[in-house]
Structure formats: C-alpha cells, structure tokens
C-alpha cells in the first residue's frame, strides 16, 4: 500500500494564503489529485494530475510537487473554503490520504 | 452533463452480502478510457477506495479488501454494481460511486455521485 500522510487540521484567517501538504510513502510520479469535501456533500475534484486545476475551480486554488511530496494551496482562503481536503493517488493502487480539515479563524 | 447515484439496502445484518447500484448519466462504461469507481466513508472518517471497474471489463480491488469484493457493469443499462459479502458493523459507512477519467493518464475521479448510507447492525 502507498500511504498518503496529511496533518489532520489547519486554522486560518480570511485571506491568507495556506499550504496543505501530501506526502507518499513511495513515489508516485505525477499521480496525485486532489479533492474538497463539505460538510454533508460528496467530494469534488479541485485538481488532478498533481497541479492541474479542474474545471470551475476557482484559481485561487493551486497543486505542485511530484515524486513523494505534494502541496495544495488556497490563496487567498475565503470563508467558503472551510472544508476537508483529501489528496489521492493513482500510481500503485488507488490510496487516499486521511484529510486535512481547514478551519477559518 | 455527468450525473451519478448510488442506491442500496439502507441497513442490513452482520454476515449478509451487500448489493450496491451506480447509476449514471451523460457518459458510456463502453468509452475508451471511461471507468466507475466506489468509495466508502464511515462517518467523520476517511475515504476508502473499494474497487474500479473499465470500457474493457477490467477490474481492480482494493487489496485488504479483495476476497469480499465484486465489481460489475451493465454498459446497455448504464449501470455499475458492487456486491461486499460477508459485512459487519464495519462495513457501515456512506458509498460512494465516482466516474473515473482514465482517457488521459493519469487516471482520478472527476465526478461523484451524492452518496448511499448504509448501516450494518444485527
């Protein structure tokens, strides 16, 4: 199995930029996506391919990394961003990481 | 436009096998590259990637997961299936099923269908 280790919360202010961190426990070459899930609502693709942003996300939204480590960053974070954001892999299996659950200060 | 809903059972008991239905729209299981995948979260927790199904009937399971797993498709009925056998309180999460883009490499799930709750409890 690839485990993907994400930090389980982060709180930021409106405004701010924040980085939400991935990291494999192998390489997954470029295969990482990721996704944003609200309360009570299904998961929705914000970016695939490790920094491609899929459609009608806003572009405030960004991935980048490759190999074992990942970023996704919101920049500037709205008050709509409150959510929990899971990356997952496509290179060995498919695995997903715990989430990181953004709060707003 | 891609619309996916799943349907099952809502509760059943521990040992009994689970049938789940993916029923889709504005997309062909019979598309090169097309794909469906299902997905489990228990409440408050994680995903779990169970299984995908391919245009060309190949399949993959989740490998703690593979002795109780079935994925199955009806491309003429645009319909996927999921049958878990032998479930326990374990098994009781939300299921989801999610179109897989697979055209381009690498594959992941672009849409998803708004989830099934089930609930296994004796």
């Given at each position: 199995?690839?485990?993907?280790?994400?930090?389980?919360?982060?709180?930021?202010?409106?405004g701010e930029r924040v980085s939400i961190s991935c990291r494999a426990s192998e390489g997954v070459n470029s295969?990482?996506?990721?996704?944003?899930?609200?309360?009570?609502?299904?998961?929705?693709?914000?970016?695939?391919?490790?920094?491609?942003?899929?459609?009608?996300?806003?572009?405030?939204?960004?991935?980048?990394?490759?190999?074992?480590?990942?970023?996704?960053?919101?920049?500037?974070?709205?008050?709509?961003?409150?959510?929990?954001?899971?990356?997952?892999?496509?290179?060995?299996?498919?695995?997903?990481?715990?989430?990181?659950?953004?709060?707003?200060? | 436009?891609?619309?996916?809903?799943?349907?099952?059972?809502?509760?059943?008991?521990?040992?009994?096998?689970?049938?789940?239905?993916?029923?889709?729209?504005?997309?062909?299981?019979?598309?090169?590259?097309?794909?469906?995948?299902?997905?489990?979260?228990?409440?408050?927790?994680?995903?779990?990637?169970l299984a995908n199904i391919w245009w060309d009937d190949d399949k993959y399971y989740n490998p703690s997961l593979?002795?109780?797993?079935?994925?199955?498709?009806?491309?003429?009925?645009?319909?996927?299936?999921?049958?878990?056998?032998?479930?326990?309180?374990?098994?009781?999460?939300?299921?989801?099923?999610?179109?897989?883009?697979?055209?381009?490499?690498?594959?992941?799930?672009?849409?998803?269908?708004?989830?099934?709750?089930?609930?296994?409890?004796?």
């Amino acid at each position: 199995d690839t485990v993907l280790t994400q930090s389980p919360a982060l709180a930021v202010s409106p405004g701010e930029r924040v980085s939400i961190s991935c990291r494999a426990s192998e390489g997954v070459n470029s295969y990482m996506h990721w996704y944003q899930q609200k309360p009570g609502q299904q998961p929705k693709l914000l970016i695939y391919k490790a920094s491609n942003l899929a459609s009608g996300v806003p572009a405030r939204f960004s991935g980048s990394g490759s190999g074992t480590d990942f970023t996704l960053t919101i920049d500037p974070v709205e008050a709509d961003d409150t959510a929990t954001y899971f990356c997952q892999q496509s290179w060995n299996e498919w695995t997903f990481g715990g989430g990181t659950k953004l709060e707003l200060k | 436009q891609v619309t996916l809903k799943e349907s099952g059972p809502g509760i059943l008991q521990p040992s009994q096998t689970l049938s789940l239905t993916c029923t889709f729209s504005g997309f062909s299981l019979s598309t090169y590259g097309m794909g469906v995948g299902w997905i489990r979260q228990p409440s408050g927790k994680g995903l779990e990637w169970l299984a995908n199904i391919w245009w060309d009937d190949d399949k993959y399971y989740n490998p703690s997961l593979k002795n109780r797993l079935t994925i199955s498709k009806d491309t003429s009925n645009n319909q996927a299936f999921l049958k878990i056998t032998n479930v326990d309180t374990a098994d009781t999460a939300t299921y989801y099923c999610a179109r897989i883009e697979g055209e381009g490499i690498p594959p992941y799930f672009d849409y998803w269908g708004q989830g099934v709750m089930v609930t296994v409890s004796s």
